[in-house]
């Protein structure tokens, strides 16, 4: 760690502290979230902190490895994305929170195969886009070709849990690939007609389940039904104007202890930051989460090789529009989609998964300063 050329002294230190501060930040508002019902007064703090720690190796595994060896596991890693995806609708798989999404290990824990397959996803679009066409720097047509099918292949197992805050992610995953990746303008404006035509026949036909489209209901018009379809949203508005400037201090806020916002653990964690926290803390974990955007651009533009450049920059685009959302439907902004705020949310394959992405970036910024 002392020598000049140290792997350790070349990992991006000011990131991994946002990320560290993001993930205590997260372990407080999880404490605070669930001590009065969780078994144990402790028990999903103990099980957090545990994810926190697996995901912590698994950030540095990553990190040690050359990300351009990367680019010949990538078919593989996608691969195992999908049979995990597959597992999901066999009997294997479990519902929870009105998506058959998991699958259960037993013990209490269970796995979302999910959101490895935004991994498996960036990582194959990566590969498949980092070598450009003879004589141009744009990718091959038959390579655009079969990320958009490795794409719909994803996007479409997933619709089928249905999850579709996810299937919004990966969307955006292959959106930001395709046009790192150097992608024609009018492609990406035929893409763009084609994603608003899907939507369009996704209300025409009724895809969507009850609940989701409650979801949507209640964004346009949250006082249509407060204590029905509005319920979430007014309470977690109700909650974060309550702290106002400071907070009301951990563990004292009466939304919070009374659990009138649902999945304040998860979806709604950020209520709990806006109440407990006051404005200062919310813009803290924004800023926080800002740090970790800008590092990873950092990273992308500095990096010399395509697919590295184009792993960070998806990366950054799946961080930028997750957190979004997040943040956005906890203060009415934007529709209610059940995404989890990186690194701060209680989650297991989700904490993984994010970690495992950072990991992939510590691996680029490693390996560029190796040749400087």
Same mark, same amino acid.
């Given at each position: 760690?002392?020598?000049?050329?140290?792997?350790?002294?070349?990992?991006?230190?000011?990131?991994?502290?946002?990320?560290?501060?993001?993930?205590?930040?997260? @372990?407080?508002?999880?404490?605070?979230?669930?001590?009065?019902?969780?078994?144990?007064? @402790?028990?999903?703090?103990?099980?957090?902190?545990?994810?926190?720690?697996?995901?912590?190796?698994?950030?540095?595994?990553?990190?040690?490895?050359?990300?351009?060896?990367?680019?010949?596991?990538?078919?593989?890693?996608?691969?195992?994305?999908?049979?995990?995806?597959?597992?999901?609708?066999?009997?294997?798989?479990?519902?929870?929170?009105?998506?058959?999404?998991?699958?259960?290990?037993?013990?209490?824990?269970?796995?979302?195969?999910?959101?490895?397959?935004?991994?498996?996803?960036?990582?194959?679009?990566?590969?498949?886009?980092?070598?450009?066409?003879?004589?141009?720097?744009?990718?091959?047509?038959?390579?655009?070709?079969?990320?958009?099918?490795?794409?719909?292949?994803?996007?479409?197992?997933?619709?089928?849990?249905?999850?579709?805050?996810?299937?919004?992610?990966?969307?955006?995953?292959?959106?930001?690939?395709?046009?790192?990746?150097?992608?024609?303008?009018?492609?990406?404006?035929?893409?763009?007609?084609?994603?608003?035509?899907?939507?369009?026949?996704?209300?025409?036909?009724?895809?969507?389940?009850?609940?989701?489209?409650?979801?949507?209901?209640?964004?346009?018009?949250?006082?249509?039904?407060?204590?029905?379809?509005?319920?979430?949203?007014?309470?977690?508005?109700?909650?974060?104007?309550?702290?106002?400037?400071?907070?009301?201090?951990?563990?004292?806020?009466?939304?919070?202890?009374?659990?009138?916002?649902?999945?304040?653990?998860?979806?709604?964690?950020?209520?709990?930051?806006?109440?407990?926290?006051?404005?200062?803390?919310?813009?803290?974990?924004?800023?926080?989460?800002?740090?970790?955007?800008?590092?990873?651009?950092?990273?992308?533009?500095?990096?010399?090789?395509?697919?590295?450049?184009?792993?960070?920059?998806?990366?950054?685009?799946?961080?930028?529009?997750?957190?979004?959302?997040?943040?956005?439907?906890?203060?009415?902004?934007?529709?209610?989609?059940?995404?989890?705020?990186?690194?701060?949310?209680?989650?297991?394959?989700?904490?993984?998964?994010?970690?495992?992405?950072?990991?992939?970036?510590?691996?680029?910024?490693?390996?560029?300063?190796?040749?400087?």
């Amino acid at each position: 760690m002392a020598r000049e050329n140290s792997t350790v002294r070349r990992l991006d230190g000011l990131m991994l502290v946002a990320v560290a501060g993001l993930s205590i930040i997260g @372990t407080l508002l999880v404490w605070s979230s669930t001590r009065t019902w969780a078994p144990g007064s @402790t028990g999903l703090v103990k099980k957090h902190l545990l994810n926190e720690a697996i995901g912590m190796v698994m950030c540095g595994l990553v990190a040690t490895i050359d990300h351009r060896a990367m680019r010949a596991y990538a078919p593989l890693v996608f691969l195992l994305s999908l049979v995990g995806l597959g597992l999901v609708i066999t009997p294997l798989g479990a519902t929870i929170n009105g998506s058959h999404s998991w699958i259960l290990l037993g013990g209490g824990f269970a796995v979302q195969p999910s959101e490895f397959a935004k991994v498996g996803l960036l990582l194959i679009i990566a590969m498949l886009l980092a070598q450009p066409a003879e004589g141009t720097d744009r990718p091959r047509g038959l390579d655009v070709v079969l990320a958009l099918v490795a794409a719909g292949i994803t996007m479409g197992l997933v619709m089928l849990q249905p999850d579709l805050g996810t299937a919004m992610v990966l969307a955006v995953i292959t959106a930001a690939g395709l046009i790192i990746g150097g992608v024609r303008k009018r492609v990406i404006a035929l893409m763009v007609l084609a994603a608003g035509g899907a939507v369009f026949a996704v209300f025409y036909f009724q895809m969507l389940e009850p609940y989701q489209v409650a979801r949507f209901t209640a964004f346009v018009d949250p006082s249509v039904d407060p204590r029905g379809v509005g319920y979430n949203s007014t309470q977690s508005m109700i909650a974060i104007g309550s702290g106002q400037l400071l907070g009301k201090g951990l563990l004292g806020g009466g939304q919070t202890t009374g659990r009138f916002v649902p999945e304040q653990h998860t979806d709604f964690i950020f209520t709990v930051a806006g109440e407990e926290f006051g404005f200062l803390g919310s813009v803290t974990v924004v800023l926080l989460l800002g740090v970790v955007l800008l590092r990873g651009l950092k990273i992308a533009r500095q990096c010399e090789d395509r697919f590295g450049t184009l792993v960070a920059g998806t990366i950054v685009c799946w961080f930028a529009f997750q957190a979004f959302i997040n943040v956005g439907m906890t203060i009415g902004i934007m529709p209610i989609t059940g995404l989890p705020l990186p690194f701060v949310s209680y989650g297991g394959t989700a904490t993984f998964a994010n970690l495992i992405a950072v990991g992939l970036l510590q691996a680029i910024k490693v390996r560029r300063q190796s040749f400087e």
